[in-house]
Nanobody, 124 residues
Framework: QVQLVESGGGLVQAGGSLRLSCAAS????????MGWFRQAPGKEREFVAT????????YYADSVKGRFTISRDNAKKTVYLQMNSLKPEDTAVYYC?????????????????WGQGTQVTVSS
């Protein structure tokens, strides 16, 4: 398994931008599929975006498509989530996840390592 540490969360006004980072430990980061998920108070954890081990395949939730971009830098063992045009409904704890299968299937159950999460709050 890999250890994951998220950063970059914070408070931003609606329409603003944030970039989340997820730093991974371990020598096999480049073989892991990676994903971002989020959980708002009183709601289940939901898929945001995933990226395959190679970075070739990405998936986005309909609610963030066109506003968020997932990317990875295997040399830095880091995955990013660029979030633009943020809305109050994007407010949640954002979690980074890794899948040892290497793919990008957009479901929490596909991922076997999780970070602690970083809070994103979007004010109206």
């Amino acid at each position: 398994q890999v250890q994951l540490v998220e950063s970059g969360g914070g408070l931003v006004q609606a329409g603003g931008s944030l970039r989340l980072s997820c730093a991974a430990s371990g020598r096999t980061f480049s073989s892991y599929g990676m994903g971002w998920f989020r959980q708002a108070p009183g709601k289940e954890r939901e898929f945001v975006a995933t990226i395959s081990y190679s970075g070739v395949t990405t998936y986005y939730a309909d609610s963030v498509k066109g506003r968020f971009t997932i990317s990875r830098d295997n040399a830095k063992k880091t995955v990013y989530l660029q979030m633009n045009s943020l809305k109050p409904e994007d407010t949640a704890v954002y979690y980074c996840a890794a899948s040892s299968s290497g793919g990008s299937y957009p479901s929490p159950s596909y991922f076997d390592s999780w970070g602690q999460g970083t809070q994103v709050t979007v004010s109206s």
